[in-house]
């Protein structure tokens, strides 16, 4: 019955070229994750046609970012007739058993004869005339609401809004890297550095051998749910070890953590100035754990100078699970492999770091070479989302 979907997106604060440049972007990804599907955007809105299945293809839209709902629509022409015939088949469709309704206008085209209480009313009218008893017409609280919508190039007929995910089509905030270890919180993360329309690049540390190449392969698994929400993305495998041997050595042990930590900064800042990124996320919260005390925080942060952005700062870890379990990275974080800074646990770990004691452990290391020597031996991994 329905051919064609209505895509909404958010307008607010919409203007000129920026629009223009938003909806080409929004469309853009669209196309992305509906590859078969032709997406429109005519008659000032974004269109896709339903064929096929329709779970499908809502399955999929919930999964870009910028989209605020969706609706199954027929498109009529202007006949009152044709209207009717819409309307009912909509309320038949949503309640085959019958029940209250409501019609719903609204013109943006204002030549229209009618205003929208009287379009209302006559629809709502031809609509009972055609349709069985065990529908009758509630204008105040039906339990189904018709809209027809009258515009320039047609009547538009539904009776279904799908709330999408919201946020900014991913590209139209920029580019970040994000620091992806194999937790609970950092693919969190990242989903939300997305959903705020930031093109994201990955990051992740790795010990081999300490750590397993499964440990690894987790963390592959991670990027490409999460690859589901962008299409496609860069995971840079940094290998950490010898960093983290030269740490043992020369630093002392309750610094480990913190040490380490201003390593993994500089080396995430370094790609991201290589890559064009402009911020760096990580998924720290406020608390959880001896390196995330604010103390700590100042003593890490202080080693670069790129902006670090921690979206689960605000986040009680409930909330956090909540979120992996929606977009389906949980279940792949409480995997049990090890991760490359349990390995290098200390006993008692600093948890009001200095920096003075940062800064003259670092005096006896040649922290660029290190850093170097790490990059050399890295690499990337092109992620696609599954099934690409
Ligand atoms: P997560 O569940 O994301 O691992 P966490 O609560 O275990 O977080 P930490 O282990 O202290 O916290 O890590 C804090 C953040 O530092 C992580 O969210 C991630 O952004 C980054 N991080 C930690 N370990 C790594 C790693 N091996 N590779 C890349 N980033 C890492
Ligand atoms: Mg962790």
């Given at each position: 019955m329905y051919k064609l979907l209505l895509l909404r997106y958010g307008e607010l604060g919409l203007k000129g070229k920026n629009k223009g440049q938003f909806i080409k972007r929004l469309q853009d990804n669209i196309k992305k994750a509906l590859p078969e599907k032709e997406v429109l955007n005519t008659w000032g809105r974004l269109w896709v046609p339903i064929d096929g299945d329709l779970e499908e293809t809502l399955d999929a839209l919930q999964c870009v970012f910028g989209l605020y709902s969706v609706s199954p629509v027929i498109k009529c022409s202007r006949d009152y007739e044709e209207i009717a015939e819409a309307a009912k088949n909509v309320l038949q469709n949503a309640r085959p058993q019958g029940g209250t309704f409501k019609i719903e206008s609204r013109r943006s085209d204002k030549t229209f004869?009618?205003?929208s209480p009287e379009l209302s009313a006559k629809i709502g009218c031809m609509v009972l005339d055609r349709i069985g008893e065990e529908?009758?017409?509630?204008?105040?609280?039906?339990?189904?609401?018709i809209d027809v919508e009258v515009r320039h190039e047609g009547v538009f007929v539904f009776g279904q809004t799908i709330p999408m995910s919201g946020g900014l089509p991913v590209g139209a905030s920029g580019k970040a890297v994000v620091m992806l270890s194999g937790g609970i919180d950092s693919p969190v993360c990242a989903y939300l550095a997305m959903k705020?329309?930031?093109?994201?690049?990955?990051?992740?540390f790795h010990s081999f051998p300490y750590t397993s190449e499964r440990a690894k392969e987790k963390v592959v698994?991670?990027?490409?749910v999460l690859a589901k929400y962008c299409g496609s993305l860069k995971l840079h495998v940094i290998h950490f070890t010898d960093i983290q041997m030269e740490i043992r050595k020369t630093c002392r042990e309750d610094y480990t953590i913190t040490m380490m930590r201003r390593f993994m900064y500089r080396i995430a800042e370094r790609i991201a100035r290589n890559r064009n990124c402009h911020a760096i996320y990580t998924g720290e919260s406020v608390g959880q754990v001896a390196s995330q005390t604010l103390e700590s925080m100042e003593a890490i942060n202080e080693a670069i100078r790129?902006?670090?952005l921690r979206p689960l700062c605000g986040f009680d870890k409930e909330n956090i699970i909540e979120i992996a379990q929606k977009i389906g990275t949980f279940d792949i974080s409480i995997r049990p492999y090890e991760d490359c800074c349990t390995i290098f646990l200390p006993e008692f770990p600093k948890i009001r770091p200095k920096l003075k004691e940062c800064l003259e452990m670092e005096e006896n290391m040649e922290i660029d070479a290190l850093i170097n020597d790490a990059l050399e031996k890295s690499?990337?991994?092109?992620?696609?989302?599954e099934g690409q």
């Open positions: 004869p009618l205003t529908y009758t017409v509630d204008v105040r609280h039906p339990e189904q609401r705020r329309g930031v093109k994201v690049e990955m990051i992740h698994d991670l990027a490409t790129m902006p670090v690499y990337v991994l092109h992620i696609k989302k």
